[in-house]
């Protein structure tokens, strides 16, 4: 089974920048699909952005598009989340997710087959 561990959250301000990363392992990451969701206190995991199976394709929820950037490295089973322009309300608990299929850009959470354990990323105002 394939084990992601995200890092890279923490405290930042308002404007500020922040590159979270997720780790995979397996021989077959290429493969995958891509995705980081969210999910903050009180509300439900929503989906932030993906990335394709090949890496030339990238789809973003409209509250982070411009501001946020998923991109992968396939030779160290590694993809980011370059978040720029951090508001407060991007204050969650940020999950990467990989869907076997790696099909499309899945932007659905039942669409992912595993998922990390996620990382708190907390912007001030």
């Known amino acids: 089974q394939v084990q992601l561990v995200e890092s890279g959250g923490g405290l930042v301000q308002a404007g500020g920048s922040l590159r979270l990363s997720c780790a995979a392992s397996?021989?077959?990451?290429?493969?995958?699909?891509m995705g980081w969701f969210r999910q903050a206190p009180g509300k439900e995991r929503e989906f932030v952005a993906a990335i394709s199976r090949s890496g030339g394709r990238t789809y973003y929820s409209d509250s982070v598009k411009g501001r946020f950037t998923i991109s992968r490295d396939d030779a160290k089973n590694t993809v980011f989340l370059q978040m720029n322009s951090l508001k407060p309300e991007d204050t969650a608990v940020y999950y990467c997710?990989?869907?076997?299929?790696?099909?499309?850009?899945?932007?659905?959470?039942?669409?992912?087959?595993?998922w990390g354990q996620g990382t708190q990323v907390t912007v001030s105002s």
């Open positions: 397996g021989r077959t990451f290429s493969s995958y699909a």
């Open positions: 997710a990989a869907d076997r299929a790696g099909y499309g850009l899945p932007r659905i959470r039942t669409e992912y087959d595993y």
